[in-house]
């Protein structure tokens, strides 16, 4: 293919992906690669303004647009005279900006058919590829391959956990954090299993999450007979829980953004799945390879759904409350003492 330059011999690249936390930091490869292979690239990145901070402090992203009001995104956008497109989104919402900037676009292949297969009939049709690989097959023409050095976080102001709440001033070298959240109640362990793991867990344990998780993580604390948790759930952002997870021995979470920052730093990670499954292709990317997935299999209820609901459809909840407590602390317990 032969890639269109302006006068001022620069190839300007629009990305969008508007949300959310754990599908932006999956396009950082991309990112990366695309600044770093093509020639004069120029990498804009169009999301909506509540992720924008992702972004804000990776070197290889040249302008930065928050998503608003359309028409002025949309003039906005114009303005800037992009040769192409690279939708990592490919929704409706997309679909509208490329139809009016009229530029020569490139969109990642969803899989909805196959993901309706897999979670209405159980027919598994999905491809053996992460999805991280499929966002390179939007640039495939110009030539960007992979370099296999896996995803990218980037701090501002990076702080020692010790400088980040007077609650960590007491966190020992060895601890765990455990990512309480999820975008829905079916991708979460309920707060009695998560309280019996911190009983469980032989080392300090931090809880994370945002406000939406204080409720729950006050109930986990009443429960964890006084083992040694600390509750930081709606206490920091998502930049220190980076930096928390950044220095922990294990890192236990479900299927969510925390789960893939870890894997940006490369951590061990205990991936805990309800009704979604890996096989959707959002797995720990290039994490650490003591990292473990724990998923309770044969269910045949499993996959329900490629997102998740706010209570189980079949009101037993067994891919969650099925889960083993006391393996994932026994194999957390191992990695740790060798810390």
Sequence with gaps: MRLVMNESNTIKFLIIRFSSIGDIVLTSPLIR?????????????LTKPQYSFLLEHNPYIDCI????????TLEGL???????????HNNLRSLRFKRRLKILDFSFPKLNIEKLLLTRFKIDRMPDIHI????????????????????????QNEKTPDAIHPLLETLEPVYFVIAIGGQHNTKKLPAYQIA???RLLRYQTVL??????????????ENTEGAPVINLCGMIGVDESATLIKHAAVVITHD??????AAAFRKVIFSVWGNTVPRFGMSPYMADERS????????????????GYKRCPKKHFRCMTDQNMKIIALEANKIAYQC
Excluded: W
């Excluded at 647009?65 to 002025?72: E, I, P, T, Y």
């Design 256 to 261: 969510t953004g925390m789960m893939h920052i």
């Design 196 to 198: 019996e793991l911190c």
């Design 65 to 72: 647009h928050r998503l608003g009001n359309f028409a002025a």
């Design 132 to 155: 991280v690989d499929r966002y390179f097959e939007t640039v495939r023409l110009f030539d960007v391959d992979n370099d296999n050095r896996g995803l990218d976080y980037f701090l």
């Design 208 to 221: 994370i999450g945002g406000v939406d998780d204080a409720e729950t993580a006050a109930e986990i604390i």
């Design 78 to 88: 114009r303005n800037e005279g992009f040769d192409y497109i690279i939708d990592l």
């Design 33 to 45: 690669c695309l600044k770093q292979q093509v020639e004069g690239a120029e990498v804009h990145f």
């Design 292 to 307: 473990q997935i724990f998923e309770v299999e044969n269910l045949a209820c499993r996959p329900c759904s490629k997102l």
